[in-house]
């Protein structure tokens, strides 16, 4: 009797066997089938629930449904209108940097203006303006020229010319008057050229002026001539028309001429002191907002880099941040596997204390993710194998039939294993 009845069971297990292996070929396409559609509704779920995926998807339509609403609705400019206007004020508010982002572009080009508008002269103060073109150093008693330096924009005289005519108006007076000493005349008008005149006992200095110089000028050529022969008597004294020693000079009068231009000067000078005031205080405010805003934008590129920096970690999906004058703020979804992203704020140039993440958490799509969350609830002994193709999950080199039984239950809330499959471990 005991012999039918085990008989009877094994023939039973034989079938059950036989109509699991019917229904599983029977049912597996549509099991697959079942199981694609739900990856796709997770998908799709995620898609509409992520603000960044949301977010480019309305960008896409925003532009045209803007265009074609203006277009066919005369008030929609007029409804806009007040509430541009009031978040407009609200942000510039509560963040003045997007005000000074905004005006950026244009501040420097308006003060600019502006400073060149109040400083520009009339024709009459072109008329005060002078400017110091050229120098000539000549030897006294021979005639020769010594130094000659000219100003950037000035028309080039022969040395030699300005000295020979020199030496001739000195020969003139002294044959004509029958004097030694030749000290009297000073100063030679050409239209708008002055010719400046200073004698000294070994040479003499002559200063090619256009406009009108103040007599103080005069003073600084006089002191010049004589800082000449305190500094290079013995040159000028040896000098028979080797110039080497002097081209030291050249730089000295160059930097006489820039000092003795008043172009610029003029117009400053004639501005009202209390005007005059409130350019230096817009200027420094033009330097403060500079200065902050060049800050301001290289704290952004650190910012931006280390956004970028925690979205491209493997796990980690970005999808708002946000800087403001306590915080950053960074959002989004993160796998508990991922990289703990404090880390990352080494080295970044950001201050740690300022920094809060805001992450929900999720399961990342990503085999090696995928493969440790197997593993920590299947616990395989250490001679299994476990890799993840795709949504199948196979299993090498397992031996124990309840460990196998507990892997084929526990498999099932994976989302992202379909069905698993046993092999040896050299497959």
Known sequence: MSNSISEQATIDDAGNADIEKLRSILVQPEREEIIQLQEQLNALQFRLTDSKYRAADTSEILNEATRLTHKRNDDYSAILKPIVVEQFQNSSRENPEIMADALFPILGPAIRKMIANMISPDKNKIKRAYKFEQLFLIEKESGLPICHAKSGTAETQDADMVSGMLSAIQSFVQDAFSTQEFDGLNTLQ????????????EAVIAAVIRGVAPERCRTALQLLLEEIHRDYAHEIEAYEGDASAFKPLKAEFALFMDNHDSRL???VKNIPKKLRNRLICSGIAFACVLVWQTLNQYD???????VTQVDSQAGIVVTNSERNRKNYIVRGLKDPLAINVATLLTGSGLNSDRVVFQFEPYNAMIPEFSIKRIRSVLVPPDDVKLTLDGSVLRIAGAKSPSWIN???RLSRQFPEVSHVTFGPINQ
């Open 406 to 408: 507990d892997v084929k």
């Open 265 to 267: 000067r003029n117009r």
């Open 190 to 201: 050409l239209g708008e050229l002055s010719v400046w005149i200073e004698w000294g006992p």
């Open 300 to 306: 952004k590129y650190k910012w931006n880099r280390f």
